[in-house]
């Protein structure tokens, strides 16, 4: 209202138990009420529907004051199956995979997923990165090994999604490759332009994924010539906890 903020929102993603949550989560709010000078609440969003209860119970702060967050809970997730729906609403597909897709039933929790990855394409690719990330590490054992088994012409899953997003940096690769062919030969140079494309990409995969890389190691990525050790190693970084997961050591 006349450019005033008239609502503050705390977001929290919970997946899990955290008692020291009830205390810290009152103070967030009412530090947000005192700097917007305007009302606030605490909207808490869960994908587990046991801890979207635990979160929803409301928090005691003695003498009859209660403080109650307002939950997102998988029940008010909606199911997004439809692959049109989930490409005119991505955010809501990769939400509606990360709520239904480890606790609903393995052939509908794979439509889902199917829903949410093939929503991505028309996202950065740092963004769709992520969100694969997500959807993938939502699922069930099951749905993930039904994911990982169909038709990778068809789909764009976690384990093969480096291709897509390798798409651009490949071909920002071979249009270096043609100019560098010309001068050097034209095969040497399309070999060079699919490394360094595939380099910059698994960069910038540990970059998104918040892996750390030391100088020595970047060093080593960008030095490297060889295609199939580069595709390895984005394979690896797509589920790595740490940079030794990439590297081996």
């Known amino acids: 209202c006349d450019g005033r903020p008239v609502l503050g929102i705390v977001l929290e993603v919970q997946l899990g138990h955290d008692d020291a949550k009830p205390f810290s989560w009152p103070a967030y709010v009412v530090n947000l009420r005192a700097r917007l000078r305007c009302d606030a609440c605490l909207l808490v969003v869960s994908p587990r529907a046991e801890i979207a209860a635990w979160c929803a119970q409301p928090i005691s702060l003695g003498a009859g004051w209660r403080f109650e ?36 039933a393995p052939e509908q929790a794979l439509q889902v997923a199917v829903a949410a990855l093939g929503a991505l394409a028309g996202l950065d690719r740092e963004q769709a990165l992520l969100y694969s990330d997500m959807v993938y590490g939502s699922l069930g054992e099951a749905a993930r090994k039904a994911l990982e088994a169909m038709d990778l012409n068809k789909y764009e899953f976690q ?24 001068q050097e030969g034209r095969q040497e140079g399309r070999q060079e332009g699919r490394a360094e494309g595939e380099a910059k990409a698994l960069l910038q995969i540990l970059q998104v994924r918040d892996i750390p890389v030391t100088l020595e190691q970047r060093e080593r990525i960008l030095d490297c010539t060889d295609t199939e050790q580069l595709s390895a190693w984005i394979e690896r970084a797509l589920r790595a906890t740490g940079a030794s997961d990439v590297f081996g050591s």
């Open 69 to 104: 967050p307002l939950v997102l809970g998988p029940q008010a997730v909606p199911v997004v199956a439809d692959e049109a729906k989930a490409r005119a609403a991505p955010e809501l597909a990769v939400l509606s995979a990360m709520a239904h897709g480890g606790s609903a």
């Open 159 to 182: 384990s093969t999604f480096a291709k897509r997003f390798l798409a651009r940096g490949r071909q920002e690769g071979r249009q270096e490759g043609r100019q560098e062919g010309r």
